[in-house]
Every structure is written in C-alpha cells, then in structure tokens.
C-alpha cells in the first residue's frame, strides 16, 4: 500500500469510490446527484486551499480508498459559495432525470448558505469523508489509512476536529468513538435520518 496526499487527476477514481459507497451506506443526497455531479463537487472542493485529500494506493497503482479534511469550514463554505455555479449544470442534468431531488437539494443548499449545523458543523477544522472501495476490503488498512490522516492533521497544528456520522453507519460510528471521538449531539435530520456530531482532540493519542 502506497499512502499520499491526492492530485486533480484522481478526481474520477475518487468520486467513483464516493459513489460506490452507496453499497454499505445509502444514504444522503450525493449518491442520488450520480458520478458526474461529485466529480465536478470534488473537482471544486480540492480546488479549495483550505482543504486536505489524501489517498491509498494498491501495490498495482489503483486508487482504492481516500478521505479529505476542511482546515477551516467557514472559509471552505464561502469558497464553495463563491464558486456554485460550477455545480449548477451537473446538478440541473440530476433533477431533471429524479425531479425529486429538487427539494432535498434546496434544502441542503439553504443549511448551507446560513450555516445554521443543520447537516455539519459550522465552525473550526472538519473531517468530510473517509472512504474505501468496497470491492477491495481491507479494514486494517482502512483504520491505519484514517489515522494517518488524523495525525498529519494534528502535524498541521490542528487541536480540535468535527466530523458527522449517520446512526444508520453503525461500523463507522462505533469505531470513531473506540477511537477517541466524542459525541457532542445526535440530531434528526430533514429526512428523518439520526445523525452524531462528533469530535476528535488530536492532542489525544489515538487508541488504535
């Protein structure tokens, strides 16, 4: 395995692992939007200086698992404001083909623009996404994947990290807090989703 930091050109690899994904973990609007809606999201995110993306390689070269932090989420908010209209079209070619969405974008769109932790935290450094290709199961790999990325967090003079978790994420959920994450609060989402908000002291030892 092969540990580095991601470049523009994984941005297809890394939405099509976001998109599969979907297998374990169904739920949130992103994997309605489709594969060329988060290649363009991811293209604008890692634009953004403020965030961090890394990825694993298989000893083949094949990008199979990738997660990405926000150093400061509002400022990443503002840039991805800024920048929207990127997304407009990918995003249009969506709801034309599941009208549904259109609600459920809007929603996620207006909790965005205020901020208000709807969805997310709103202030300090958070934690994204944190993804493995399931057709390629390693989860010790995956583990030492996510800490690596915790640990150059904490290199990069950052104290304190959020991160959210689906309930419905159970793995994911029980090993954030066997790790060292605390819970701050559970809340019920738009959709009736229960999601955790979660926090990481980094100036903590990581137990695995």
């Not at 909790?111 to 390693?138: C, E, I, L």
Request: hydrophobic letters at 40%.
């Amino acid at each position: 395995m092969f540990y580095r930091l991601a470049k523009m050109s994984d941005v297809a690899v890394i939405a099509d692992i976001q998109y599969r994904t979907k297998e374990t973990n169904s739920n949130g609007i992103f994997y309605l939007l489709g594969r060329p809606f988060l290649r363009q999201y991811f293209k604008l995110a890692m634009s953004d200086p403020c965030t961090v993306f890394r990825c694993v390689e298989a000893d083949d070269g094949r990008v199979i698992g990738f997660g990405w932090s926000v150093l400061d989420i509002e400022r990443h908010q503002r840039y991805m404001l800024k920048h929207r209209w990127r997304l407009a079209f990918p995003a249009l070619i969506s709801i034309i083909a599941r009208p549904s969405l259109f609600n459920k974008l809007l929603i996620r769109y207006k909790s965005f623009h205020k901020n208000d932790q709807t969805f997310m935290n709103a202030h300090g450094a958070v934690a994204r996404f944190w993804g493995w290709d399931p057709r390629y199961k390693d989860p010790e790999t995956a583990v030492e994947f996510n800490n690596m990325g915790l640990r150059i967090l904490h290199d990069m003079k950052v104290k304190t990290l959020h991160m959210e978790v689906d309930l419905s994420n159970k793995h994911v959920y029980k090993f954030h807090k066997l790790n060292g994450a605390t819970v701050d609060k559970i809340v019920t989402l738009p959709d009736g989703r229960e999601r955790a908000f979660m926090t990481y002291d980094l100036t903590k030892p990581l137990r695995f």
